[in-house]
């Protein structure tokens, strides 16, 4: 088979990553979630690492850590992924990934507009900042996480304006992507939506 890809990208905790996994499951693609490697590099760099060295010999062990989705790796993330340094280090890996045999997703900030602008399907996946932040609070406080819902929209809003206002690949919807609103939407809404764009473009191609 050959590649196909679907990109995925959206503001912290919109949901990408749900969605990106159910359409894996669904269409056999391989899943890359693009922000573990930023986290990986976060991590390290909170251990003493310097950022682009982290970047450039991350390994498979580095993205497996149990610790990479606390607030604190957020934020780390956000930082160190404003360096370009950090982002050409890592680019490479992410195109192969995109264009292996058989279809890939990958999801992120970049996908669509910087890492993989040829990509079959572009989605942006997005909701309010309340409802993102809001979800966001019921899982960290699932894992036990001691927060508050204020902190996790404050946090949220400042690595969202990180994010879109950095010079090098900043957030931002692509041209040609597919807006996926959530804020009113069910999970199985949203990914029945993300199902139904890959099948319309894998008619026509
Ligand atoms: O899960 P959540 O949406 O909160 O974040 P994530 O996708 O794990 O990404 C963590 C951080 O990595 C983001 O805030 C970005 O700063 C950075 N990132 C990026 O710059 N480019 C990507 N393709 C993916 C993540």
Request: with cysteine; charged share 30%.
């Amino acid at each position: 088979m050959t590649a196909f890809t679907v990109a995925i990208d959206g503001p912290a905790a919109a949901g990408k990553g749900t969605i990106s996994k159910a359409v894996a499951d669904r269409f056999g693609f391989a899943h890359l979630d693009t922000g573990l490697l930023y986290r990986a590099v976060g991590r390290r760099v909170l251990d003493g690492a310097d950022a682009v060295e982290a970047a450039g010999q991350l390994e498979a062990d580095d993205l497996d850590r149990g610790d990479l989705r606390t607030p604190e790796v957020s934020r780390a993330a956000s930082r160190v992924a404003a360096d370009p340094g950090v982002r050409a280090a890592l680019a490479a890996f992410q195109r192969r990934f995109a264009r292996r045999a058989g279809g890939a997703v990958l999801d992120g900030r970049d996908i669509g507009t910087v890492i993989c602008p040829e990509a079959e399907v572009k989605l942006f996946v997005t909701a309010s900042d309340e409802t993102r932040a809001r979800r966001r609070f019921e899982e960290l406080r699932g894992k036990g996480l001691e927060t508050s819902f204020e902190t996790v929209l404050a946090d949220q809003r400042a690595r969202d304006a990180q994010d879109a206002g950095r010079a090098d690949a900043p957030l931002a919807v692509a041209g040609d992507a597919v807006v996926i609103d959530t804020t009113e939407m069910t999970i199985e809404a949203a990914v029945g939506r993300a199902v139904a764009e890959i099948e319309r473009v894998r008619r026509s191609v």
